[in-house]
């Protein structure tokens, strides 16, 4: 079993739900999330598979099982394949095969599997990161400049040993260490750490409001670690916050040799955050307090903390690192959580769900991405939860992710807080809104009132004013969120368009080798470097000459001529949440849709790029029919980047134009379905004057504005940078200066012809 299900069956004492256990069908799918019934009949249907929809139910009815052994013509041995049209699960009552609808794709060949940098370039996942005196993450937890942590002595030779301490922590001492394995000394010793570390403390109990009984009960603590200064390329100490993701494992019963055990409390006695919500407003304070003691106290009793991996975040950057790289997911404040809940809190982060925690008493957690992504290994820790409360940031970002997470998780039994009406006077006598859950606890405001208010995710087809106000206002009042992300490498890209947003459709177009694909690579780093879960499928240019092109982009030298710096940027480049289709040539629109499809749902992907259409659709159609197909595409695009809400860059090349002429938006191949459907169109131009490249937008649907971006490359590191306005006017001199001197040649050349 993986971390997650035996989470679930340490937490309910059982087994999990089954997957099929073929090698490909491990994609977990919540109960409770829904597909578009016309997905799974469509595919079932391309694939001639006859089947019915039984009356009155969801159940797809199958004739004959593809997994299944030969029927031999027999009638009882058909129609044993169910699959439910919504939930997408299957299960054969002849051969026993079950899963997800992904996993039901993936035994039929026709879901490619979607790859990482690590797994294109045919290597695994480093677990160490460059330090310019040689050691890596392994050495994290020494010396650094003092005593900082004591490392269990020889513990890469004697024989391990298992202690547990007064606070019941289970520690291993003196294991040697395997790759993505957890030392378990790490958790005792960073909470020790704290009382030695003043700025640490300070920074929890003064400026983010948290009182010491909170900072234990979730095993906070403190530490000094290495974070590389991306100016000076440097590796700096710093104090930092540790936020460790911790399991609840039963102890073993006396006289027992198992072991795990099944928990003795029963679902009907946890504490859930409805029930808390409903105690008396004027419950004393001391008396909590000691409740609090006491379920800690039990838990301490019949459970072994084990720590799954541990987050480190500075005092004074808002960045982090995990430790260790490549581990599990996890949650923080997992082993709070009662035994048999049935309903659960889920924080943004860490602050929050400690926030949430000491104010309401609700134990709470902490998603490991924040906004950003829900992993799959997450979406099966919380299958057993009837109800979820969704508490993200109040904004733009944030309730983004309430509406990916809700479907994910399933909105049936999501429930949101939002905090857009909590307002608080200040000093000043200015009204202010909260933005999280921390900000809501150091102004005093009552969270468990916010928690009681907690309401439904309105149908999605169905909207009254009302259900969106708060939406509305949050887009009123975080304008650059609702902009969009801002790409660093042409700011008038940012100037013109104003950002890169989730729901929209891109075509770039431009002529043949002018540098479509090295510009959307590097534009795709600029974004993914700030968190945007990119997907490319590259349908002309192989994933392994792709990745060294967007690699050396991102490190921004020649690493032909430095590779002894690979391993230090290929390990920082894994880390970018990019990934890639195994497609490659001329490929079914279908199956590319049905890997984007799987993509948004298990790596929360929020922009895809397809490089490009003919490749992708091939060459062998005629006529009309040719752009028939495109046109069909393009509609499929589309329509996917507004359900899925995900932003889609089409690469589209443009039709034959007269030499010399300058693109426009009617030179993009096909009909002209693909403008309009598209909300930007951007061009990249040739030069024909010999001035200078740009890249131009001729349509933006967000603001209207259009524009040329002047730019100049660098081959040598395969990176394009805009040009300022005192290099274009440079440029434009020179060029004039060249036409100048080539047409006083040329009027040499014709007198000299005239005169001989």
């Known amino acids: 079993m993986n971390v997650s299900q035996r989470a679930y069956a340490v937490r309910y004492g059982t087994k999990p739900p089954q997957q ?163 030392e378990q000394w790490k958790l005792q010793k960073t909470v020790e750490n704290l009382d030695q570390y003043s700025k640490v403390l300070d920074y929890l109990t003064k400026e983010r409001g948290l009182t010491r009984e909170t900072i234990d009960a979730y095993k906070v603590g403190a530490g000094t670690f290495r974070f590389l200064d991306e100016t000076t390329q440097k590796w700096v100490d ?155 940031d109040d904004d733009v970002k944030g309730q983004e992710g309430v509406e990916k997470f809700s479907m994910k998780l399933g909105m049936a039994r999501c429930v949101v807080v939002q905090m857009a009406k909590d307002k608080t006077k200040v000093k000043n006598g200015t009204d202010t809104t909260v933005k999280d859950a921390n900000d809501a606890l150091k102004l005093g405001l009552d969270l468990k009132g916010m928690l009681s208010r907690a309401s439904g995710i309105p149908h999605k087809q169905i909207l009254t004013f009302d259900e969106v106000r708060e939406q509305v206002f949050l887009e009123l009042s975080n304008p650059q969120q609702v902009a969009g992300v801002q790409c660093s490498s042409f700011p008038t890209l940012n100037t013109l368009i104003k950002g890169h947003r989730r729901g929209e459709l891109t075509i770039v177009t431009g002529p043949t080798g002018i540098g479509k694909t090295s510009i959307l690579s590097q534009l795709s780093i600029d974004y993914c470097k700030q968190g945007v879960n990119t997907l490319w499928g590259s349908f002309e240019l192989q994933n392994v000459k792709l990745i060294k092109k967007m690699l050396i982009q991102y490190a921004a030298k020649n690493l032909e001529k430095n590779i002894h710096e690979f391993k230090y940027f290929a390990d920082k480049f894994s880390e970018l949440p990019l ?111 010999g001035e200078y490249r740009y890249l131009e937008v001729v349509k933006n649907r967000f603001s209207g504005e259009l524009g040329k971006i002047p730019y100049r490359f660098d081959a040598d590191i395969l990176k394009y940078y805009e040009l300022t306005k005192r290099e274009v006017e440079m440029a434009t001199k020179n060029a004039k200066s060249e036409s100048n001197h080539s047409n006083t040649n040329s009027s040499f050349r014709a007198r000299r012809v005239s005169h001989e």
């Open 20 to 182: 099929n256990q073929h090698a490909g069908g491990n994609t977990f799918v919540s109960g409770y999330f829904e597909f578009d019934p016309e997905t799974i009949q469509n595919y079932l249907t391309r694939k001639n598979f006859k089947f019915v929809l039984n009356p009155g139910s969801h159940e797809l009815c199958v004739q004959t099982c593809p997994f299944c052994h030969d029927t031999k013509g027999k009638a009882d041995n058909l129609h044993k394949l169910y699959i439910h049209s919504t939930r997408g699960t299957y299960k054969c009552h002849r051969c026993g095969t079950q899963g997800s609808w992904f996993d039901f794709q993936k035994r039929l060949g026709d879901l490619m599997p979607i790859s990482n940098f690590n797994a294109s370039m045919g290597g695994a996942k480093s677990t160490s990161a460059f330090v310019e005196d040689g050691r890596g993450d392994d050495n994290l937890f020494d010396e650094v400049d003092g005593d900082i942590f004591d490392a269990p002595p020889s513990r890469l030779t004697a024989k391990p040993k298992t202690v547990e301490t007064a606070s019941g922590v289970k520690i291993e001492q003196m294991k040697p260490r395997a790759s993505g394995a957890v």
């Open 238 to 392: 710093h104090q930092c916050v540790t936020f460790p993701w911790i399991n609840r494992v039963p102890k073993p019963k006396k006289g027992s040799k198992k072991e795990e055990t099944s928990t003795d409390a029963k679902p009907d006695e946890a504490t859930t955050p409805g029930e808390k919500i409903a105690e008396e407003e004027a419950t004393d304070k001391q008396a909590e307090t000691t409740d609090k003691k006491k379920v800690a106290k039990k838990s301490e009793e019949e459970y072994d903390l084990v720590l799954a991996r541990m987050k480190y975040r500075p005092v004074v950057q808002k960045t982090f690192r995990l430790d260790p790289t490549g581990g599990a997911w996890g949650l923080f404040g997992w082993h709070l959580v009662p035994p048999g809940a049935t309903e659960i809190v889920l924080t943004e982060g860490e602050f929050d769900a400690m926030s949430v925690y000491q104010a309401t008493g609700v134990p709470a957690v902490s998603l490991p991405n924040g906004c950003n992504s829900l992993p799959i290994e997450i979406i099966e820790m919380l299958e057993p939860f009837k109800r979820i409360v969704l508490w993200m």
């Open 579 to 689: 990934y890639f289709m195994k497609f490659y040539g001329t490929t079914q629109i279908d199956n590319v849709l049905d890997a984007m499809e799987y993509a948004v749902y298990a790596y929360d992907v929020e922009h895809i790029i397809l490089d490009n259409l003919q490749f992708m659709t091939g060459s062998n159609a005629r006529g009309y029919e040719k752009f028939d197909i495109l046109d069909n595409a393009i509609e499929r695009f589309r329509k996917f980047a507004t359900n899925k809400n995900v932003h889609i860059t089409l690469v589209i090349h443009p039709r034959k134009e007269q030499e010399g002429m300058a693109l426009s938006a009617q030179s993009v191949f096909g009909s002209a379905k693909a403008t309009q459907e598209a909300d930007n169109v951007l061009i990249i131009q040739k030069p024909f004057s």
